[in-house]
């Protein structure tokens, strides 16, 4: 097995040398004004080191790797209750299509794609005021990681809110069946500022620690979700968290994993790591092109795909 202290280093001077890193997501005007040459890395395994790598200190947007905490929040809430408004099954799709809902009463098929986060969201949703729900993500984002630094980039979430026209047409066409029981506005406007969390790889891999302890945050000693519902969220990462890239993760990777178009992923090696790695260059699919890249050398590296026999 491979010496972390040297292999990360060596992974992101890897990346840093390459050439292709996709293109930067402009679908939301605020996130394309960010560079294409980022990257940074942070590798924390379950011993506490921690070993990090290029940009691991520079907040960048969270966007859909905000899913995950999101579902944390509602599971606490509404405990099995999250299952009756959205499903657990690939989508085979983009992440915000909207085919599948037409032709299924309206039920998302699983709290990773947009359709399923906003369904998620609505059951967070407090009231008309979007700092009540997404001031959840974010305090248990702050308390996982912690720092208090953490924060909402307002000029992300006014850009996606401004532009984010597809996520409010599949908004209208849940509520519409009756999966949306808030308001819309005030639900979407949530999801806009949850995306719209800036925080740094040393920070997020933090924050995931808990998904590599069986659901309990290894530095405060705090449980977070059960031992199932943490088995359940890293089923979800490794079956969903890549869209309809997901399963070509699962064969190049082999672990759990969250993307979001901001670049970053979330990955874990389940009682070994949780890691997290940024680079704003995107594959056709919306995820990072490096971070994926990196996220293969490293789980080769050290062995730690969830298809290994040991
Ligand atoms: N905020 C983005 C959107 O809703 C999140 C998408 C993503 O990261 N895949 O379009």
């Keep these: 097995m491979a010496d972390l202290a040297e292999l990360v280093p060596r992974i992101a001077a890897t990346m840093a040398a390459r050439t292709a890193r996709g ?23 379950a011993d506490g080191r921690e070993h990090a790598a290029g940009d691991a200190d520079l907040a960048f947007s969270i966007q859909s790797i905000s899913k995950v905490f999101a579902l944390v929040e509602a599971l606490a809430s509404h405990g099995e209750g999250v299952w009756q408004r959205v499903g657990r099954e690939p989508s085979g799709g983009a992440f915000n299509s909207i085919v599948q809902l037409e032709a299924e009463a309206g039920r998302p098929r699983n709290p990773f794609i947009n359709a399923g986060a906003i369904a998620v969201t609505d059951l967070i949703t407090d009231g008309d005021d979007p700092r009540a729900g997404a001031g959840r993500i974010l ?29 409010a047409a599949l908004a209208h066409f849940m509520k519409a069946h009756g999966v949306l029981t808030g308001r819309v506005e005030a639900t979407l406007s949530t999801y806009f500022h949850q995306c719209a969390i800036a925080m740094s790889c040393r920070e997020l891999a933090r924050a995931g620690r808990f998904l590599m302890n069986g659901g ?14 943490a088995r359940r969220i890293n089923a979800l990462m490794l079956t969903c968290g890549h869209y309809d890239a997901s399963g070509d993760f699962a064969f190049s990777v082999g672990l759990p994993a969250k993307s979001g178009v901001g ?33 293969e050398e490293l789980a080769s590296a050290m062995g730690w795909s969830v298809f290994n026999p040991d």
């Excluded at 208090?148 to 026209?165: K, M, R």
């Excluded at 290894?218 to 059960?226: D, H, Y």
């Excluded at 949780?274 to 919306?286: E, F, R, T």
Aim: net charge positive.
């Design 23 to 45: 293109r930067v997501a402009n679908y939301i005007p605020d996130l394309a004004k960010v560079s294409a040459s980022h990257f940074g890395m942070v590798v924390i395994t």
């Design 139 to 167: 305090r248990l984002l702050r308390d996982l990681a912690g720092t208090q630094g953490i924060a909402v980039d307002g000029a992300v979430a006014y850009s996606e809110a401004a532009t984010g026209h597809r996520n």
């Design 216 to 229: 309990v945050d290894p530095a405060s000693g705090r449980r977070v979700v059960s031992p199932e519902q």
């Design 263 to 295: 670049g970053g992923i979330l990955a874990i090696a389940p009682g070994r790591a949780s890691i997290a790695v940024w680079s704003p260059g995107l594959s056709p699919q919306g995820n990072s092109l490096l971070g994926t890249a990196a996220l």
